[in-house]
């Protein structure tokens, strides 16, 4: 008999579930006879023919207290004495979302992003000249970055992956309750952690609920039958096509390859219907959550799980932590799609939830709109985009992007600086919470089309970033994101927007006494533009300045100017 680790590894007290579920992992285990030592008013033990996993299920006792109790495991005249260890949670009293409106968050690959070279990480596999493996990017190096982060003015830091894994970007997990070596260990996540709070930054965590690693040992031997859907005998990978949820067409066989089949040959695909699995994945967020105080997760391919099983998670992650945010990735870049399933979702998720779907159709109106070569119909895109909000439960609760570690580098698609700050400008006073992938303010173009190629290294730039600060698009974003913090307009505001004229796009924001007005030319010609159009906001109004330069711009005339290629965000007095 052999025991090789318990998950979760440790527990708490104060909890509002009672239920514990431990998953022992071992070698010889099954004929194993055992004694728990920690306070229960109900157990049930379970144990695999192949002698790998026994699954232990406690209600536990309202007697129980924070400290460490026995496990006691005896086969053939042999036992193994274990002490696990419950700890007092932590207060939770939230009464609004963790992540919001108010929140701007900088994405980063942890592979790709900083290094520190004093941290003895695993060097295994690491080639900075192939794309597709590890280059060394590390937690010690994104603590150093933090300060760069906080002075660019950003309110949380979303990290990709970094459990235990089998590839550089995180999404292949071997352990959930363990950090890869290549990126450093638990001391230094937690450091991590404690570092951005203590600058003000909230930390968002990626998860992954539908899929692990080919190497996790799940698949050397399943704790049960359909802990996973399908095997390695049968694979089927998924069809990528997740509109199948909510087509009112779709045939059963692709409804079901959507949610059922393997996210690649080496991600097998987990079954969250599976109450035991969905057990496991609760414990394993209140465990992050309760031991590095993460403030929200951002979920990779939510729309891949079955939906039922993800609405019941959340709702019981929610029972314990009212508010706390989760981000879903719901990659169809049409808003109807988006729109629709946060309405389903929300419907059946609990009144104290945060639920934040990712808009990939904001993404693609936005690129079009500063990427499309004829300008006839490009003046609309981003207004046709904000048309359909209506479609939304709540518009708000949406996060947008112009680019991130799936998608070729935003300035690799524009290359034009004057472009790129025009779509900062934008998308930090759009109705949404913005997202900004590191590297696209350092105009990075990625090297290739491949996913290896795009994640491009920005080690080089975290190093010096004190010498960044006078580089045009990062100055112009440190005072954009400045201005946004400070606003109550943009980060809580009500919008108004005109059909555009003369190829310029205008929209208002509003919050009780404050206006501001952004006006955006995308085409390549000076615009004047008639303030007539825009009376029923600027009457009684005499001037509006600039909000990043301090430049007063008189409503005297009848006219304003907008140079080709550039935003004005006015604050209206």
Not at 178 to 186: K, P, Q, R
Not at 292 to 315: G, P
Request: one cysteine or more.
């Amino acid at each position: 008999m052999e025991i090789t680790k318990i998950e979760p590894c440790s527990w708490f007290v104060g909890t509002k579930s009672k239920e514990l579920q431990l998953l022992v992992y071992g070698e010889g285990m099954n004929g194993t006879s055992i004694d728990v030592g920690i306070p229960y008013s109900k157990l049930d033990v379970s144990q695999t023919d192949d002698g790998k996993y026994i699954l232990i299920k406690l209600n536990l006792d309202a007697s129980l207290k924070e400290g460490k109790y026995r496990l006691d495991f005896h086969k053939g005249g042999k036992t193994i004495n274990i002490e696990y260890e419950f700890r007092q949670k932590n207060m939770w009293q939230r009464q609004s979302p963790t992540i919001s409106n108010d929140d701007s968050i900088y994405m980063l690959m942890p592979d790709r992003f900083a290094k520190d070279f004093r941290i003895g990480c695993s060097q295994e596999g690491i080639d900075e000249n192939n794309p597709n493996t590890w280059h060394g990017g590390n937690i010690a190096g994104m603590t150093k970055a933090l300060d760069y982060i906080s002075w660019l003015g950003f309110a949380a830091v979303w990290h990709t992956p970094v459990f235990k894994c089998s590839d550089y970007h995180g999404y292949s997990i071997e352990d959930f309750y363990n950090i890869d070596s290549h990126f450093g260990n638990l001391d230094n996540y937690r450091m991590f952690v404690d570092s951005a709070h203590s600058k003000g930054l909230k930390v968002v965590m990626d998860i992954i609920l539908n899929h692990c690693s080919i190497n996790h040992p799940w698949m050397q031997a399943l704790p049960q039958k359909d802990w996973m859907n399908g095997g390695k005998e049968a694979f089927e990978k998924t069809n990528y096509k997740v509109t199948t949820i909510f087509d009112k067409y779709a045939s059963e066989i692709d409804k079901r390859q959507t949610v059922k089949g393997w996210f690649t040959e080496q991600m097998p695909d987990i079954n969250m219907k599976n109450e035991d699995v969905r057990q496991y994945f609760f414990q394993m967020a209140v465990w992050w959550i309760e031991t590095f105080h993460i403030d929200a997760f951002r979920v990779d391919t939510y729309s891949y799980v079955d939906m039922e099983s993800m609405i019941k998670w959340q709702n019981m992650l929610n029972e314990e932590y009212p508010y706390f945010s989760i981000i879903a990735e719901t990659w169809v870049p049409e808003p109807a799609f988006t729109a629709n399933l946060q309405n389903v979702v929300c419907k059946k998720l609990n009144k104290e939830s945060s639920f934040i779907v990712m808009d990939f159709a904001y993404q693609k109106k936005i690129e079009q709109y500063f990427g499309r070569k004829t300008e006839y119909d490009k003046e609309a895109l981003m207004y046709d985009h904000f048309v359909y909000d209506f479609l939304y439960g709540n518009a708000n609760n949406t996060l947008a992007f112009l680019d991130n570690h799936d998608l070729p580098r935003w300035f690799e698609q524009i290359r034009s600086k004057a472009k790129l700050k025009q779509a900062l400008a934008i998308l930090l006073t759009s109705p949404r919470i913005p997202q900004i992938y590191s590297g696209t303010e350092l105009m990075l173009m990625g090297k290739g089309k491949g996913d290896g190629e795009r994640r491009e290294d920005t080690f080089i730039q975290m190093d010096s970033w004190k010498n960044l600060q006078n580089a045009d698009v990062v100055s112009y974003l440190q005072r954009l994101l400045q201005f946004r913090k400070n606003s109550n307009a943009v980060r809580k505001g009500m919008m108004k927007h005109f059909i555009p004229q003369n190829g310029v796009y205008v929209y208002f924001r509003q919050y009780q006494d404050e206006k501001i007005m952004v006006l955006s030319n995308a085409t390549s010609h000076l615009c004047s533009l008639p303030l007539m159009q825009y009376s029923e906001e600027l009457d009684g109004c005499s001037f509006g300045v600039d909000a990043i330069t301090g430049i007063k711009y008189l409503f005297d005339d009848n006219e304003i100017e907008i140079k080709k290629n550039s935003v004005l965000i006015l604050k209206i007095q």
